[in-house]
């Protein structure tokens, strides 16, 4: 290990801000944007964030497998709320689609071989991950229906994420966790310039489609990871049946939600 997870998150999350907020000034600066559509993604910068800190704490006394089937649940809790407070409607299409790719993605991220002993109020890390990222797709979905300006939105939230984070660094611990390798720096480089285009294209998404139909799609992230392991590290991971069954849940969900929409 060339560096550290903490050195990924400073230096993806700076590039990100950085690429979002310079497009911004190259195409004509900053929009007028109502103040509440802005609240909505700095408290949903600050949520992102909070997302990320339980499930690293989860991570760290639970185990990736528990944690991540855990926080796989996220699109029920995010579905609720949209139904709850943004009146948007579901289908018995639309909720077969999303319980098919919350049991897939729970199914890929489970792994029973893994030995990890915890206490069950330790469960609060990831159970508190699945609802702040639940929690974060109704608010930014009601900022962009205040303002649809994807774009724009999508660096204010990444700025706010990250502010938090530099300030964390008056901790000399916190410092002490930030470990700069010339080795790593292409592969935090390119990770920020994917979660640039990835967070744009999710607050796009959530500008032109509800929450019902958009939030089980993006949890397939998973997927995507295992997918990218075995083509670039077939040695770390294997496909088995068990993969093999969950990624037709999961695409056989995808198909669903998309007819339901």
Do not use: K
């Not at 979660?195 to 998404?205: D, H, K, N, Q, T």
């Not at 958009?214 to 068990?242: M, Y």
């Not at 037709?248 to 929409?261: D, E, H």
């Amino acid at each position: 290990m060339y560096s550290t997870p903490a050195t990924a998150a400073y230096v993806a999350l700076s590039v990100n801000s950085t690429i979002l907020w310079l497009i911004i000034f190259l195409t004509g600066g900053i929009p007028d944007v109502p103040f509440m559509a802005t609240a909505c993604f700095i408290v949903g910068g600050w949520i992102q964030l909070g997302t990320r800190l339980f499930a690293y704490h989860g991570v760290a006394r639970l185990g990736a497998s528990v944690t991540s089937t855990v926080q796989a649940t996220n699109p029920l809790v995010g579905t609720a709320l949209a139904v709850i407070f943004l009146h948007e409607t579901v289908t018995p299409l639309l909720l077969f689609g999303t319980g098919s790719v919350v049991f897939g993605i729970v199914l890929l991220s489970w792994n029973p071989g893994q030995q990890t002993t915890y206490q069950t109020w330790e469960l609060i890390f990831p159970l508190a991950a699945a609802l702040t990222a639940g929690v974060n797709h109704p608010i930014r979905r009601y900022g962009v229906t205040i303002a649809n300006e994807p774009l724009f939105l999508s660096a204010v939230m990444g700025i706010a994420a990250l502010g938090p984070m530099l300030l964390n660094l008056a901790n000399p611990r916190a410092r002490r966790n930030v470990v700069f390798d010339r080795r790593a720096m292409p592969y935090f480089l390119a990770t920020g310039v994917f979660e640039a285009i990835g967070i744009w294209s999710l607050v796009s998404a959530l500008g032109i489609g509800n929450v019902v139909v958009v939030g089980p799609i993006v949890c397939v992230a998973p997927l995507w990871v295992l997918l990218g392991t075995l083509l670039f590290s077939r040695d770390i991971e294997q496909v088995n049946v068990r993969t093999g069954i969950a990624t037709l849940f999961v695409i056989s969900g995808i198909v669903a939600v998309y007819l339901a929409a």
